[in-house]
């Protein structure tokens, strides 16, 4: 069976037929639409409260409540997720999103529901991209096709102490006759990482074992006061696939250059790639990267990072350790290319007259968080489950 991807007016169309087109009819399929008006889609069973008139558009979530969004037994493919609720960063920190795929009682999906449609730090901003998109700030919407082989199941839990959610919703998806037995299973995983080492990098996704394809990355970013408004985004991002330990096969040039910009992060967004938050005043920033025309296949494992590091001029650099802030010079950059001060048996410190002269590369410490979006070959992985209530919501406010 073939496959065709069609990009529509930012919206990403999976077809599924030989030589597909929109206006050929498609036999197999049954389109259904699972919402509070009609759970899971039943046929000829859409509007039946309040004599068909609205009558169930939306439920209220209370702390410690969860609500199914969808709970079949059958085999389909979602096609689009949307949603709005009343927002606040800590309520879309502690609404918990959960999907499960082939009746498994782990989730393949464990993800703060902001986060995972990149509202990283809780603040929804409008933008569209391939993926997602938020038409006005207001709602949240997911265009990634999720296919199931033996049943599906899509849970929110309100895991915050005090507040309530108001959720509207739809999850669109078809009954095909058949789905391939090669197609792969959705996942999401986050992760947060407020405090580490000077030198440790980020790590975006934990060493993830199986076959599959990572989709990309929505990044939240915080950063630590201490380094005032220091450029933050010399940090590369590494992937290391199919048995990489040391050294990454795959390994980029810095944060802004992952997302396709440079020379700095400001607020953009395009199909693949933005940054639908770049609040340097208020040391925010929120960027995402999809691996939609640059697939990212891994055959046996794959794991992700990104570095900690940050840039400045010598003198700004030689202030900030002058006042023993926390960080490390790693390279100079200056008209004779790098200076790999690391490579260095003696590195000078950076008041010696032999320091190099230009920009400074360093090590630093922030507060990172990311959702991994990915394929993999089974509908659950060996990544853990999502972390508790106190981390998600530590410094949010």
């Known amino acids: 069976m073939k496959y065709i991807v069609l990009l529509i007016g930012g919206i990403l169309y999976l077809l599924q037929t030989n030589a597909q087109q929109l206006y050929q009819m498609q036999e197999e399929q049954q389109s259904r639409l699972s919402s509070f008006e009609n759970l899971n889609g039943v046929k000829g069973s859409g509007g039946k409260t309040n004599k068909t008139a609205k009558g169930n558009a939306f439920q209220w979530l209370y702390p410690g409540q969860s609500v199914v969004l969808l709970d079949i037994k059958e085999q389909g493919i979602i ?6 609720i009343n927002q606040s960063p800590k309520l879309l920190r502690s609404l918990r ?16 529901l902001g986060d995972f449609f990149v509202s ?21 919407n997911c265009f990634i ?4 082989k033996k049943g599906a199941r899509i849970t929110v839990t309100n895991e915050s102490v005090g507040d309530t959610a108001k959720l509207f919703y739809d999850v669109d998806f078809v009954l095909p006759k058949t ?31 199986g076959k599959g394809r990572f989709l990309g ?3 939240g970013l915080n950063t630590d006061s201490v380094y005032d408004k220091t450029w933050w985004g010399e940090g590369e991002v590494k992937m290391y696939i199919d048995g990489d330990i040391s050294y990454p096969t795959i390994n980029g040039t810095g944060a802004e250059d992952y997302i396709g910009t440079g020379w700095g992060i400001g607020t953009f967004n395009n199909l693949y790639q933005g940054a639908p938050v770049a609040d340097e005043r208020n040391r925010k920033f929120v960027f995402y990267r999809w691996h939609l025309p640059d697939a990212i296949w891994f055959q046996s494992d794959i794991k992700v990072t990104l570095q900690q590091i940050g840039g400045a001029p010598k003198e700004v650099v030689e202030e900030k350790l002058g006042k023993g802030i926390n960080l490390q010079p790693v390279t100079v950059d200056n008209i004779n290319g790098f200076v790999r001060l690391l490579d260095m048996k003696a590195p000078p410190s ?6 190099p002269d230009g920009w400074v590369n360093f090590y630093r410490i922030d507060d990172f968080s990311a959702v991994s979006y990915f394929y993999l070959n089974k509908p659950v992985s060996n990544l853990p489950s999502l972390d508790a209530l106190d981390m998600r919501l530590r410094n949010v406010r």
């Open 350 to 355: 950076i008041n010696d007259k032999n320091f």
């Open 179 to 209: 789905v391939p037995a090669n197609a792969l299973y959705f996942h999401a995983f986050w992760k947060r990482q407020i405090t580490s080492r000077l030198g440790d990098d980020f790590v975006v996704l934990p060493k993830l074992s």
């Open 120 to 140: 990283n730090l809780g603040y929804t901003t409008a933008f569209q991209s391939a993926l997602f998109s938020s038409p006005e700030g207001r709602s949240f």
């Open 145 to 148: 096709p999720m296919p199931f």
């Open 97 to 112: 999103l959960q999907m499960f795929w082939d009746r498994n009682t782990k989730a393949a999906v464990d993800v703060p």
């Open 217 to 219: 990355m929505s990044v």
């Open 79 to 84: 096609q689009r997720i949307w949603l709005t």
